[in-house]
């Protein structure tokens, strides 16, 4: 029979056990700074803490949640916010603010991946390829 692993289950909803990983999360809430954060938390080496801190799952999970809470608290969703960002690109528009526009016009870009589809070939047919002696990587002796 095969060796059965636990999966650690994470309550988000509260703080972390860690005091010094709650703390960056709590000070990463106000402004989005993993450097400042992690230095408030008491990090000493605090400008490679601070990204270190938010590829944990723990951190990143609850970091999650609180934004979550936040978003729910001012009642903010993806719908309204780009709602938000049209409305601003006509005005902008209607008013010539050219600068307005073209930043909300990339907002919008961003949101729905225009430039993630402009950086991908399509292509028809068929591609035939053919490798002729491949041997890889010469080694040093």
Do not use: W
Not at 4 to 29: A, S, V
Not at 101 to 128: C, F, P, Q
């Amino acid at each position: 029979m095969g060796k059965t692993k636990k999966i650690k289950f994470i309550d988000y909803t509260k703080p972390l056990k860690n005091m010094r990983q709650e703390r960056f999360c709590q000070e990463y809430m106000i402004d989005g700074n993993k450097t400042r954060s992690a230095k408030v938390a008491g990090y000493k080496c605090y400008k490679q803490q601070g990204s270190r801190m938010t590829s944990m799952v723990d951190v990143a999970g609850r970091i999650k949640f609180l934004l979550s809470v936040v978003a729910n608290i001012c009642n903010v969703t993806a719908e309204k916010v780009v709602s938000d960002i049209v409305n601003t690109h006509g005005r902008a528009k209607f008013d010539n603010d050219y600068s307005a526009e073209l930043k909300a016009s990339d907002m919008l870009m961003k949101h729905v991946g225009g430039y993630d589809k402009d950086n991908v070939v399509a292509v028809e047919g068929t591609i035939t390829v053919k490798v002729v002696n491949f041997t890889g990587a010469s080694k040093k002796k």
